[in-house]
Structure formats: C-alpha cells, structure tokens
C-alpha cells in the first residue's frame, strides 16, 4: 500500500510536468480509478477524449480506446500503460470481412461498435457505444445496417427496431460468459435482489435484466435505485464505483469470472512509468486516422 501511495505522488508530479490527463474506463483496477481526472464509460471516455485540453492523454482502458482517442486527437499524445492490453472482441473483426460484406449490401451503412480498431473504423459509417446504440440506428439514415462486431449488443438493439440488420459474430469473452443458469442461483440465493446487465451478455440472460444499460447507465441506476440489493451482470471492475456511490447498498456479482484480464493488464506502476518515458504511445498511421474520424465524429452527435 505504502509503495501505490509513493506511486500515486510520482503520478501526480509527472502529470503536472507533463500538462497529461489521465482518463479511465471502470473496469480498471481500483487503485488506477482512484487516481484518474476522469472516470467512464466508453461513451464519456470518448468524449473527454475529444474535449480535454491537456497535451498528452492517458489512457487507461483496452488499446481501441486510446486509439479512438488519437483518431480524436491527431496532434496529443496519448499513453497507454501497456500495450497489451487489447480487446478480444474488436479483434474479432477483419477489414477484409468488413469489406466484403458491404460489396455483398452495397445499400447497407456500417454501423461499428467502438469496440473495433482503427482499420475497421476508416470503413465504417458511425460508431457507436452500448449506451447510444439505440439511438444511432434509430437516426442512422439507412434501412438497412451492417452491425460489428458484437452479436449480442446487435441482437438487443435489433429488438427495438424495424430495419434490417446484417450482425456479425463476434462477442466479448467476458460477457458472454454470463448464462441464465448463473443468475438464476443469485436470484435464489437473493429474492430481494434486482438484476442489472451489461447488453455485451447473451440475450437470454439480458432479457432477465431488471435494468439493460452500459456500465455507466448501470451506475447511475444502481445509485438513483430506491432498491438496495443488486445482482451485477458487468465486469467486476464497477464494483469499485458502485461501493463509492451506494456504500449501504449490497452488490452480487453474478459470475466470479466476469473479470476483463486484458482492463487488469494495467497498473499504477506501469502509468508511472509511460508518463515517464512516454512511451507507449498510440500510433495510428495518418490516412487510416482521418478515414476513421467521421465515424467517431457521428458517433458523439448521439447522446447517450
Ligand atoms: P461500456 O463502457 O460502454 O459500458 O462498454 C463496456 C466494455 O466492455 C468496454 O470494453
Ligand atoms: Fe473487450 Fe469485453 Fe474486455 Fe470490454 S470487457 S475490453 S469488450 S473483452
């Protein structure tokens, strides 16, 4: 503990030095959301992203995150701590299988979840998030979506709308986990219990959802809630703000493996260090980046 508390003021000293900003998804590690200028989910991530006038971002999420932040942000910098930390569901999706989908519905539009990395972005329409996903195909101005990568957030939004929608297969790891059987013990071990869930979960464990939302749709529910007992169907990293927000409320997590490995790749000690060296730093190769910009660029016309 003693060690984080000097590794927190080396933070703080090199952040100041360096005019940085340090933005984190809650799925990081506690002592990492403790320390950052801005906590979110992708959406707001997204956002500061896109807002913040340091010189040099940090950001503390998966490595699609801190590319859609220099896509955003051409001339920042912007840190990862590790660049292992990818996301297994992004990389479910090729642009060669992109491409050939849309010569199969040359009438489609593509609509990519931000979960995709920067090549998948440059042939897409409008990036989207779990939390206006719902929104952006309702507004899209096409009848007919090319939707990737995740199938169960495309499944769940398909059901609120009457357009066709091509949905690729892919799914996060960690998420999709998740099965009925599993939130059925919690709601019998607690009856009083509501059930809130992350739409990357398989449809037929969302749909046992007392509430559907992304991770910040799902804070801000459990905290407004008049209930005080939750069965959690996210990543466990939430449970850090839930805690800070509700510290009366009582929180399940539905599965113990609801853990995200490639969010917990980070830690303080490597931040320290890549405001050090400032290195890694994001690389997005020019014309790759500004193909990619307008998809961002729609995606944040969306309110959440
Ligand atoms: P949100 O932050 O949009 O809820 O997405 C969750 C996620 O899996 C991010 O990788
Ligand atoms: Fe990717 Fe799932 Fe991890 Fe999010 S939680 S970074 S979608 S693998």
Known sequence: AERNEELKERIAQLKKERNAVILAHYYQRPEIQEIADYLGDSFGLAQQARATEADVIVFCGVHFMGESAKILNPDKVVLIPDERAGCPMADMVNVEGLKKL?????????????????????????????????????????????????????????????????????????????????????????????????????????????????????????RDSDHDEFIVGTEDGVHYRLTQDSPNKKFHFASKYMVCPNMKVNNLKKLANALETMQPQIYVPPKIADAARASLERMLQFQA
């Open 102 to 222: 849309k010569a199969e519905h040359p009438n489609a539009k593509v609509v990519s979840y931000i979960n995709t990395s920067a090549d998948v972005k440059a042939e897409t329409y409008v990036c989207c998030t779990s939390s206006n996903a719902k929104a952006v195909i309702e507004n899209i101005d096409a009848e007919e979506i090319i939707w990737v990568p995740d199938k169960n957030l495309g499944h769940y939004v398909s059901q609120f709308t009457d357009k066709k929608m091509i949905i690729w297969e892919g799914y996060c790891n960690t998420h999709d986990q998740l099965t009925v059987e599993d939130v059925y013990r919690l709601k019998e071990q607690y009856p009083n219990a509501q059930f809130v869930v992350h739409p990357e979960c398989r449809p037929e464990v969302v749909e046992l959802g007392d509430f559907v939302g992304s991770t910040t749709g799902i804070l801000n529910y459990c």
